[in-house]
């Protein structure tokens, strides 16, 4: 059974920073594009970074230059490192896998983890 597990949101102050983690289970990560994505209130679902099965990274324009997508050695654990957030950075953040290239929306998606950033 595939898990994903968000965890590290909370409440920031703008221009602080936040650690999120995905604890993944169940599935081969190393043939899996892995990605986060966020939704806010009342807006559509937003694509945020991605790694692909090469190890290639890539963010949403809006994120560009103040988050980061990472993995551990082990392919366990799936992380994203924000900083300078702002008010606009608000939504819930998913943890997201999809077999093969980054090509096709995700199959899994985890519970999500709320991020709130206050100006």
């Known amino acids: 059974q595939v898990q994903l597990a968000e965890s590290g949101g909370g409440s920031v102050q703008a221009g602080g920073s936040l650690r999120l983690s995905c604890v993944i289970s169940?599935?081969?990560?190393?043939?899996?594009?892995m990605a986060w994505y966020r939704q806010a209130p009342g807006k559509e679902r937003e694509f945020v970074a991605r790694?692909?099965?090469?190890?290639?990274?890539s963010y949403g324009v809006s994120v560009l230059g103040r988050f980061t997508i990472s993995q551990d050695g082990a392919k366990t654990t799936l992380t994203l490192q924000m900083n300078s957030l702002k008010a606009e950075d608000t939504a819930m953040y998913y943890c997201?896998?999809?077999?093969?290239?980054?090509?096709?929306?995700?199959?899994?998606w985890g519970q999500g983890t709320q991020v709130t950033v206050s100006s």
């Open positions: 790694m692909d099965i090469d190890g290639s990274r």
């Open positions: 997201t896998a999809g077999f093969g290239w980054c090509k096709a929306d995700p199959t899994y």
């Open positions: 169940g599935l081969a990560v190393k043939n899996y594009c």
